[in-house]
């Protein structure tokens, strides 16, 4: 059972390339999310789809966009990648985010560095 | 606005010995409460969760304590071990009646070593 798998696990990009995060899930969760994280700063969330279809903006959404292709799959993509967007990015799904059982799996993480 | 407040940032403590690490949030509309526990290269895993209508949650070596009036709660680990050694993140979630986005929302980590 992988559980949340991201891809890449590593990636450079120069300031203005673009790039897509890629994340899916395999527990038939409804809810997916995307963190970065940076020291000090905690789990920050920049997007999340709390269902399949929609999709809405956390608290760090600019410079980034996002799709929910369909109930497993949530992308994360950098259209003009900068400096401040040097960090981990964390994919995590649950299975819903109001019902009785709300833990977060996570994925391993994507370490982004925009040179 | 950080709505959940963190500390201490690091923490080094001898094996055997207690780790606290505490969380202080001002959204009184939360109404769960995880920790998170992360090892380097690794997402955060859940390690123990409380909700507000009990006061201490304990799983193992592992305690929450809960303070709902001072808006405050702790993470525990009693005889603490080498293999605990990780970062550590509390989270907070509103209450459905909140008519909020019922996201988490974490706090800044805690590094915890543990020296054998």
């Known amino acids: 059972n992988a559980g949340v798998t991201q891809t890449p696990k590593f990636q450079v990009l120069k300031t203005g390339q673009s790039m897509t995060l890629q994340c899916a899930q395999d527990?038939?969760?409804?809810?997916m999310y995307w963190y970065r994280q940076d020291p000090g700063m905690g789990l920050r969330l920049i997007y999340y789809?709390?269902?399949?279809?929609?999709?809405d903006k956390g608290e760090v959404p600019n410079g980034y966009n996002v799709s929910r292709l369909n109930k497993r799959e949530f992308s994360l993509r950098l259209e003009s990648a900068a400096p401040s967007q040097t960090s981990v990015y964390f994919c995590?799904?649950?299975?819903?985010?109001?019902?009785?059982?709300?833990?977060?799996?996570f994925g391993q993480g994507t370490r982004l560095t925009v040179v | 606005q950080q709505q959940v407040k963190q500390s201490p940032q690091s923490l080094i403590v001898q094996k055997g010995g207690i780790s606290i690490i505490n969380c202080a949030y001002e959204?009184?509309?939360?109404?769960?409460f995880p920790w998170y526990q992360q090892f380097p290269g690794k997402g955060p895993a859940l390690l123990i969760a409380?909700?507000?209508?009990?006061s201490e949650k304990k799983e193992g070596r592992f305690t929450i304590s809960f303070n709902k009036s001072a808006k405050q709660f702790s993470l525990h680990i009693m005889d603490s071990q080498p293999g605990d050694s990780a970062t550590y993140f509390c989270?907070?979630?509103?209450?459905?009646?909140?008519?909020?986005?019922?996201?988490?929302?974490f706090g800044s980590g805690t590094q915890l070593t543990v020296l054998p």
């Open positions: 995590a799904s649950s299975r819903n985010p109001g019902g009785g059982n709300t833990e977060a799996f």
């Open positions: 527990m038939n969760h409804n809810s």
């Open positions: 789809s709390a269902s399949e279809g929609t999709t």
């Open positions: 959204n009184t509309a939360f109404d769960y």
């Open positions: 409380i909700r507000p209508d009990v």
């Open positions: 989270a907070a979630r509103p209450a459905i009646s909140s008519g909020s986005a019922r996201q988490l929302t």
